[in-house]
């Protein structure tokens, strides 16, 4: 009988985090639960409205080290990932594509993956060809730091502009059209 109720009980509170799409739940926000909506597809946050993005550094795949402060001044696409992801094995292959396009446009794609071991993730990122960096986060220490943003659902992805502010934010998967709408947006404002 205690065994069925402590299932019962841990169904209820697993069914009480999911959330519909376009918002997530966020509870690292000094321990309140609150929702926050992503942005639809293919828009932005106002430039009035934008906050700027927690710095943050890590190790890439491969071993060097990064710092957030590496993406000032470039439009940045940040895509929190898992080799285990479903969705993620459509979406980075994708994201690839999109930033072979802008590359040389003043965009920077960063991967953050998460929840994973480091060679399952290393042998994601070759076997589907990926030359963007990916920063190795097994513990989402980074999805944490942007504790505004509901960047623990995976995928997700945050865009700043330039100035390194949150452009647009993104729950589950994003379609290259609405991620080119929104980097052709942002690459031209002044």
Avoid: H
């Avoid at 446009?105 to 290393?122: H, I, M, R």
């Avoid at 929104?182 to 690459?187: F, G, I, K, P, R």
């Amino acid at each position: 009988m205690r065994r069925s109720l402590v299932l019962l009980l841990a169904a209820v509170a697993l069914s009480g985090c999911t959330s519909g799409e376009g918002t997530a739940v966020d509870v690292n926000n000094g321990g309140e639960f609150r929702f926050v909506a992503g942005t639809t597809a293919g828009e932005v946050i106002p430039v009035a409205e934008r906050a700027s993005a927690p710095e943050f550094t890590g190790t890439l795949l491969g071993g060097a080290e990064f710092s957030s402060t590496d993406l000032a001044g470039d439009v940045a696409v940040l895509n929190f990932w898992g080799s285990w992801c479903a969705p993620c094995r459509v979406e980075t292959p994708e994201f690839q594509e999109v930033y072979t396009e802008v590359a040389d446009s003043g965009v920077q794609f960063l991967g953050l993956n998460v929840k994973d071991q480091e060679q399952f993730a290393q042998a994601f990122v070759d076997s589907k060809g990926i030359t963007f960096p990916s920063l190795f986060d097994p513990k989402g220490e980074v999805a944490l730091a942007f504790r505004d943003y509901p960047a623990s659902a995976i995928p997700s992805t945050i865009v700043l502009d330039r100035e390194s502010r949150v452009a647009a934010v993104y729950t589950g998967e994003v379609r290259q059209d609405d991620l080119r709408t929104v980097l052709a947006e942002l690459t031209g404002e002044a």
